[in-house]
Structures are given as C-alpha cells and as structure tokens.
C-alpha cells in the first residue's frame, strides 16, 4: 500500500501532458514495452526531450528500463500503476455522507411518506 508520498510523487510524474502521453503509450504496448525509438515515433518528442521524460518516469517507479543490447527497453510498471489507482479508490465512499446519490434517495422520506 502506498504512503502519501509515494502517491503524490507518482501522480507529480503524470502530471504533465507529455508524460502522461508516454506512460499510456507503454500501457498500451503492454508488458513487452517499446524500445525509446519506438516510443520517440509514436509520441512525436525530441530525443532529448523525451530522455528526459523518461527518467522522470522512472525515478517515479513508473516505467521499468532494460537495456538489451545497443537498445534501451522502456515497460509500464504495471503493478506500481494499479497501486496508485488503488491509492485513490481505497478512500471511495468512506465518509458517512459519502453515499452513492442512489442510496441517498432510497432512505429520504417524502411529503408522501409523512401523510
């Protein structure tokens, strides 16, 4: 379970467009992940610019990179990634008055009610 930290550290590494945009790319690439080439070509960044992106990612434990050879191998961090959608919805409903808006209604009473 992730500490406070941790999760504003990891959702501080998707809060740019760009980074965000480089972290879906690898989801959707799936657990093979993309060599840095390929991530440059589908999210159309500078190389540079995209190193730089990339570390970030990393630092944050949200991408895992391997190098393979001449190449450098770039994966989502699928495991890291669910613990902080987890992080947000461990906390869904938790306050009394936090019940769904349908549960609500079910327990008002109405002019009808009280008649």
């Known amino acids: 379970m992730l500490a406070l930290e941790e999760a504003a550290q990891g959702f501080a590494a998707i809060g740019s467009e760009p ?6 790319t690898l989801v959707r ?3 093979t992940g993309l060599a840095v080439g390929e991530i440059q070509e589908r999210v159309d960044l ?3 610019t995209l ?3 990339l570390r970030f990612l990393a ?3 949200l991408i895992e990179q391997e190098r393979e050879g001449r190449v450098i191998r770039s994966r989502a961090a ?7 959608a987890d992080f947000l919805l461990r906390e ?3 306050e009394p008055s ?3 808006p349908a549960q609500q209604d079910s327990g008002r009473s109405t002019s009808k009610d009280v008649a």
């Open 46 to 48: 500078p190389a540079s």
């Open 92 to 94: 869904c409903c938790s």
């Open 19 to 24: 980074r965000l945009d480089v972290l879906l």
């Open 51 to 53: 190193a730089h992106h």
């Open 29 to 31: 690439a799936g657990p």
């Open 78 to 84: 699928f495991e890291r990634i669910e613990s902080l």
């Open 98 to 100: 936090a019940a769904h």
């Open 59 to 61: 630092a944050a434990g």
